[in-house]
């Protein structure tokens, strides 16, 4: 997996009326109605196969490879039992022909305005300008809804020799280069973040991965 840029799908399609609106602070979400989405009555899935159901689809606007996703599920509190649960993910060049059939489970939101969201699903590369997200069912709530999903996009390894990632935070994903790595960033108590390197991975001052993070550092070739 490998995700060093990220980008923000747009909502295009609503199941029910509700306004999205964009965070101040990149891994934390708002706990009001108004910075999430929420389906109320099920309607016919843009993928015949998957029926009437809650779903949302993603016109990303472009093609593109599409890397680890990140999920923030409804997280207005009181009101979390709302949030998607088990999912399916389909990704379609058109709008009309769909692959994919991922499934993941997002994990109930706490409802507090920390809350980070779950790394979803690693797509390494997979080219589409369409992404589905169907809930199969929620966490018990009269109404299923989601507050955001970041799509990080894919890179092939090995095309660095010297790598340095500072980001506070850093964005899920594999970062590979073929000499050296070397960083300063954060490495989130929700993140899933690997370094891999040819002959060396320097964490410099400054550096940190927070208790919880799934986080990874090893010499190695490339793939």
């Known amino acids: ?52 159901g809650h779903w ?16 923030w599920n ?6 979390t039992n709302k ?21 993941f489970t997002i994990p109930q939101a706490d409802g507090t305005s920390t809350y ?20 199969l069912n929620n966490h018990g709530g009269s109404c299923t809804g989601l507050s955001e999903l970041r799509i990080g996009i894919y890179e092939a390894p090995c095309t660095e020799l010297v790598k340095q990632i500072h980001e506070n935070p850093i964005i899920n994903g594999l970062y590979h280069a073929t000499q050296s790595i070397n960083s300063e960033g954060l490495v989130n108590a929700t993140s899933d973040v690997e370094f891999v390197a040819g002959q060396m991975i320097e964490l410099e001052q400054g550096f940190e991965s927070v208790l919880g993070a799934d986080f990874l550092a090893r010499i190695d070739g490339c793939p």
């Open 1 to 52: 997996m490998k995700s060093s840029k990220y980008i923000f799908a747009i909502f295009i399609f609503f199941l029910s009326v509700g306004a999205m609106h964009s965070q101040c602070y990149p891994d934390r979400h708002l706990t009001s109605s108004e910075s999430s989405w929420q389906s109320c009555s099920t309607s016919q899935n843009p993928n015949s196969s998957r029926g009437n």
């Open 56 to 71: 949302i689809r993603y016109d990303l606007g472009a093609h593109y490879d599409l890397g680890q996703f990140h999920f």
């Open 74 to 79: 409804y997280n207005v509190f009181g009101e």
């Open 83 to 103: 949030g998607m649960r088990n999912i399916i993910i389909d990704y379609s060049s058109n709008g009309n022909s769909w692959g994919g059939g991922i499934s």
């Open 116 to 135: 980070e969201g779950v790394a979803g699903p690693q797509l390494n590369g997979v080219r589409a300008r369409f992404v589905l997200i169907t809930a």
